[in-house]
């Protein structure tokens, strides 16, 4: 169960129920408009990167006679560029996480955001953040992502992109994946983790988690976390800095920026937890450490 986005949403969802005609939100393709249970939304969202200069779009990738859905956003002049995988929040691949997928492709990358949940079932679709966790996030195994991720970086070999050069960025949900994807694929060079769940219980579908698995991490991750953040407390960001020390040297080279005051989710420039200045040195940081750890 992923406590640290229910306790941050729950609270807007009366709101959003006595408020909004959520038909009206229904994506139709991936990478627009916004999931359901994250309304309400800001007003606008602060960034909007647009595909002057991309190739951007949907895409499909196999994974065995699986074929995944993807955001795929990439510079149309640098055909060989290096991938960085963004993998989302519990919403799905929705407006907000194809605008990331174009900002790194702005600064030179292949930015891939799969679809992870759609096995399990359109996360965009949900209206009530209890029943998409129960019904979908919560029957996502690790294993799967793991496979659809190790899938996607075969893809954008095939496509002519430098996967030898490949890093992993992911928010929330995705933050926790980044950490345990960066422990899978030995090929990845860095990782971004942007308040992603360090510590938990172990279940058949998720055995371990951050902090079990530093002595096989690939690359140095970063790790982006919010002193306010009601989800993930600082002790278990604690319990990682000690986790790392005794990890692998691509763990101890590892480090973390908490933002002081800062909330959960302070990079979702369409949600009110958007903190501005956070978000924007966090970016900044990203692409920094993406660069100096041979991402680039």
């Keep these: 169960m992923l406590k640290e986005e229910f306790d941050t949403l729950v609270p807007a969802q009366g709101a959003f129920d006595a408020a909004v005609d959520r038909r009206s939100f229904v994506r139709t393709t991936l990478g627009t408009g916004f999931a359901a249970a994250v309304l309400p939304v800001m007003a606008q969202t602060v960034v909007k990167t647009d595909t002057a200069g991309l190739v951007a779009g949907e895409v499909t990738i196999p994974v065995g006679d699986f074929k995944m859905p993807a955001y ?15 993998i989302s929040e519990i919403f799905g691949v929705h407006e907000y996480i194809a605008d990331v997928a174009r900002r790194f492709a702005k600064a030179g990358y292949c930015a891939i955001a799969p679809e992870l949940f759609v096995r399990q079932g359109d996360a965009t679709a949900y209206g009530e953040i209890g029943k998409l966790i129960a ?3 919560s029957k996502v195994p690790d ?21 030898s050069k490949a890093g992993i960025t992911g928010f929330c949900w995705g933050g926790r994946i980044t950490w345990m994807y960066t422990a899978h694929n030995p090929g990845i060079k860095a990782g971004v983790a942007w308040y992603g769940r360090l510590v938990g219980q172990a279940s058949p579908l998720t055995p371990t988690h951050p902090a079990d698995v530093t002595a096989r991490l690939a690359g140095p991750v970063l790790g982006l976390y919010g002193e306010k953040d009601t989800g993930i407390p600082l002790d278990t960001v604690e319990t990682m800095k000690a986790a790392l020390a005794k990890g692998s ?3 101890q080279k590892s480090q973390f920026v908490v933002y002081p005051e800062a909330p959960h989710a302070f990079h979702a420039d ?6 501005k200045e956070a978000a924007d040195d966090g970016w900044k940081r990203a692409l920094d450490w993406f660069k100096a750890n041979g991402v680039a």
């Design 270 to 275: 369409y949600r009110p937890s958007y903190r």
């Design 143 to 163: 294993a799967q992502v793991m496979g659809d991720l190790d899938a996607t970086l075969a893809w954008a070999k095939g496509q002519g992109f430098d996967s």
């Design 135 to 137: 019904e979908v996030i």
């Design 72 to 86: 795929r956003a990439a510079p149309a002049n640098r055909p060989n560029a290096p991938v960085v995988l963004v």
């Design 249 to 251: 040297a691509a763990a």
